[in-house]
């Protein structure tokens, strides 16, 4: 028997990929804003990465400096 605990347990259209790139029934096409959605996701990926190496880079200066107070 299957049980469905919470609505997380019921597939929807997020999980098909690209769902947003289809055509609906009225035949405007979401291609566009599709690859927006991507090149937006693309931008923010790069500026996660460039805020962690900030982080580790800004952390390994203060645990440097540390260590010159300490002596």
């Given amino acids: 028997m299957l049980t469905i605990y919470d609505s997380g347990h019921i597939r ?3 999980c098909l990929p690209g769902h947003r790139a289809c055509r609906t029934h009225t035949g405007f096409f ?6 927006r ?14 805020r962690r190496q900030w982080l580790e880079e800004a952390w390994e200066s203060d645990l440097i400096r540390c260590a010159q107070r300490k002596g």
């Fill in 30 to 35: 979401l291609g566009a804003g599709e690859a």
């Fill in 37 to 50: 959605r991507v090149r937006h996701e693309i931008i923010a990926l790069i500026n996660r990465r460039l």
């Fill in 12 to 14: 929807t259209n997020r």
